[in-house]
């Protein structure tokens, strides 16, 4: 039970449509252009404004401590705006080290929720700030819906909602941690195993989904699959799989490891999870729009 002016938020997953690593920048890090999309799967956060500040988290793998994005994001809150402390619960549903983004949608679920109760209540370019510094794709999770993104990710354009497609997502065992799929993507480019990415544009994107991405999907590729799939050949078989049930598209989402395929009808996707049922932990869902 929920104590008087506790509340609850949800921090939605999201898939990458595609994702193209087109180099490394000076700062570091490296020069992406890719397509977000918030899905139904989501994280529920508990909030308990007047308690000291903690997390608790029903999933035992993960850390509750300064390292987990929520804690960060709370004290970013307190310290700059002048949140109230409060003890946070957090219910996890998305998978960690899937691509799915559940860290950096918590992290933004904690900066929306807490911006109303700020005495110096934040702008949205001061939570974008604080969003980008907690992680790159963090500021995307502020609005969530279908967005065209380029930089660190943190460049967003809006598109065309790609709500109310059916999806079915395959959740592997095997976790892949984003630095390690970067530095397997440049050491096969630097051995000239692997191209270099190729920018699609945003007026190709935003082409395409004035209709639906999924009658262009010659342009929804990801870079990190070749080399996350010669590291861990299992998700590739699991490609395939996923692919013999019907998909429009299907692909590997951000740095892995979940696999992801989007199909036209609510009813094929269904016949998917059953086809798919026993053999790997299946999940329906459905794509999202803006929060």
Request: hydrophobic share 40%; glycine share 10%; aromatic share 4%.
């Amino acid at each position: 039970m929920q104590s008087p002016g506790s509340f609850e938020v949800l921090a939605h997953a999201k898939i990458n449509w595609m994702l193209r690593i087109l180099g490394k920048r000076p700062d570091g890090f490296h020069e992406l252009e890719t397509i977000f999309q918030s899905i139904s799967l989501h994280d529920t956060l508990r909030f308990h404004p007047g308690e000291p500040l903690s997390l608790a988290c029903d999933d035992a793998t993960i850390p509750t401590d300064d390292s987990n994005l929520v804690m960060r994001a709370a004290r970013a809150m307190i310290d700059r705006f002048g949140a109230p402390e409060c003890r946070i619960e957090l219910e996890k549903r998305i998978p960690a080290g899937g691509g799915l983004g559940g860290g950096s949608s918590d992290a933004a679920a904690t900066l929306r929720a807490l911006a109303p109760l700020c005495k110096t209540p934040p702008s949205q370019d001061d939570l974008a700030r604080v969003a980008l510094e907690l992680g790159s794709d963090v500021p995307f999770f502020l609005s969530e819906g279908t967005a065209y993104a380029t930089g660190r990710g943190e460049r967003l354009v809006a598109l065309q909602s790609q709500a109310g497609i059916p999806l079915v997502l395959l959740l592997p065992d095997e976790r892949v941690m984003t630095p390690e799929a970067y530095r397997l993507l440049r050491r096969g480019r630097d051995e000239g195993r692997l191209p270099e990415g190729e920018a699609v544009g945003l007026d190709r994107c935003t082409l395409a989904a004035r209709g639906s991405l999924l009658d262009d999907v010659a342009m929804l590729v990801n870079d990190l699959e070749a080399p996350v799939f010669a590291k861990l050949p299992r998700l590739a078989q699991l490609l395939e799989v996923l692919r013999t049930t019907g998909p429009a598209w299907a692909r590997m989402s951000g740095s892995g490891s979940t696999i992801v395929g989007a199909f036209r009808e609510r009813d094929e996707r269904d016949r998917a999870l059953e086809a798919l049922r026993g053999g790997v932990d299946a999940i329906g869902a459905e794509t999202a729009s803006r929060s």
